[in-house]
């Protein structure tokens, strides 16, 4: 029988299949932080039990992680318990840790795909929902909770349901200034926060297939923001590419054996797929967010939509405006901006610094907006430098932050305040999300470079030279 890549990849991972009940699934790879990992680590410990492999388990620190001075004690009691509680059970279970002031230290999805460790074909679990990222190399990769984190730590395996599949085509060729997160938030758009629940999507068409890996990881990152429970892209050349030579990535005969596998991880001509659904590229503009989650996104060019033309209910519509101070039939173009993040990550690779520095370069930072430039990594921080790209960051008036989480969440120090607008590179805009009564638009680095120099929203196709 045809199938598909999900299948391929999922099948060959079952070591149990329970009667009427979920698959026992193998975990080739388990990525922790500091957050989710804590209470798993009581349970271990409650029980007696060990880490089963511990060398299939890398943890870095990363939500809690303070954005300046990293080299001083975290000021914050929770966050400095949460980072140092890591340390500890990283350490006594024999896990590699990767802590502040570790050269490796980073975003989970950031560092894990930059050494290496997410390879086409695995299976990779992590306690945070934007595990999702991990797709982009044709890897199955999926957020698990806090008992299922311990599940993996214990067994190696976690008990899942197999999703039911997607594919979601984007053909032609994208426009000037769109990029790979407006291309999630377009899909977004159209499909609701709800419209991939259940399902594990794959991405296909010619949009992707031009994708760098960067792109591809934003848009996969926000597979869950639709309901699914992940995405994936085919592994191609792009991907080889970018896992050859990288630290934990197959070396010598085990490379070739890879590779052998990896070509074979593609759908088969005629595999069915329980829905499908095509785009065309073309069609796509920069995009925003107006209200309060994902999915409540449109062309930059755009007027906030009607009540009755959304999903939802008009209750619940109207009181996403009310938050956002927002009104239907408002252009977004022209909003005030308070602040600008760019990091995350959905956007916190060299490629999104990239992007921020082709706006911005021979500008000025507006004088009344806060930015928040957050690389990834420390690698991203290194590539930013050797670039040059700090040197236009510089002359334009912005500073560079250290690597970690950032304002994505209110989870550290780096908080949005309340009744404030914030343009964000970011994955989530719910209420509170970046600080209590933080209003969030979601947007790419292109429209954060726009805001970010202009103190408004605005469409960066006007700003492109």
């Known amino acids: 029988m045809n199938k598909t890549l999900f299948d391929k990849v999922w099948d060959a991972h079952v070591v149990r299949k329970i009667e009427g009940g979920p698959d026992v699934l193998f975990i080739d790879r388990h990525l922790i932080h500091e957050v989710t990992s804590p209470v798993a680590f009581l349970g271990l410990k409650s029980r007696g039990i060990k880490v089963l492999y511990p060398e299939r388990t890398f943890a870095t620190a990363d939500h809690n992680t303070p954005t300046i001075n990293q080299h001083l004690p975290v000021a914050d009691p929770l966050s400095a318990n949460q980072l140092r509680a890591l340390e500890t059970n990283s350490n006594e279970y024999g896990i590699s840790h990767w802590g502040l002031g570790h050269q490796k230290n980073g975003i989970v999805h950031v560092v894990g795909p930059e050494y290496g460790i997410t390879q086409p074909g695995s299976t990779i679990v992590c306690g945070d929902s934007h595990t999702s990222t991990h797709g982009a190399f044709g890897a199955i990769a999926f957020g698990i909770g806090t008992s299922e984190v311990e599940m993996v730590l214990s067994t190696q395996c976690i008990m899942q349901p197999k999703p039911k599949s997607m594919r979601i085509n984007v053909t032609g060729s994208l426009g000037r200034g769109v990029t790979p997160k407006d291309v999630a938030l377009f899909i977004i758009s159209k499909l609701t926060t709800s419209g991939a629940t259940g399902y594990f999507v794959e991405y ?222 970011s994955n989530r805009n719910f209420e509170g999300r970046q600080g209590p009564g933080a209003r969030t638009m979601l947007a790419s680095p292109l429209v954060a470079a726009a805001a970010a120099v202009t103190g408004v929203v605005t469409d960066p196709r006007t700003l492109i030279q």
């Open 204 to 425: 296909a068409g010619e949009v992707f297939e031009k994708m760098s890996m960067e792109g591809r990881m934003t848009v996969c990152n926000l597979s869950i923001e639709m309901g699914a429970r992940g995405g994936m892209i085919a592994p191609d050349e792009t991907t080889i590419n970018y896992v050859r030579g990288r630290e934990f990535s197959p070396k010598d005969a085990a490379w070739d054996r890879a590779m052998e596998y990896w070509k074979t991880l593609k759908t088969d001509d005629d595999a069915v797929f329980d829905k499908e659904l095509t785009f065309d590229g073309s069609s796509i503009e920069p995009m925003i967010t107006y209200g309060t989650n994902p999915g409540m996104g449109m062309g930059i060019s755009n007027p906030i939509p009607d009540a009755e033309d959304v999903e939802g209910g008009v209750t619940t519509y109207e009181k996403s405006l009310k938050y956002m101070g927002f009104s239907e039939g408002q252009t977004m173009v022209g909003k005030k901006v308070d602040y600008v993040f760019v990091g995350s990550c959905t956007n916190g690779r060299i490629e999104d610094f990239r992007a921020f520095a082709s706006i911005v370069k021979g500008k000025r930072k507006a004088d009344d907006v806060t930015v928040w430039l957050v690389p990834g990594s420390h690698i991203v921080e290194a590539q930013i430098k050797e670039e040059g790209l700090l040197d236009i960051f510089n002359d334009a008036g912005f500073t560079l932050r250290q690597p970690g989480c950032s304002a994505c969440l209110a989870m550290n120090d780096d908080k949005i305040p309340a009744g404030k607008y914030a343009v964000s590179t």
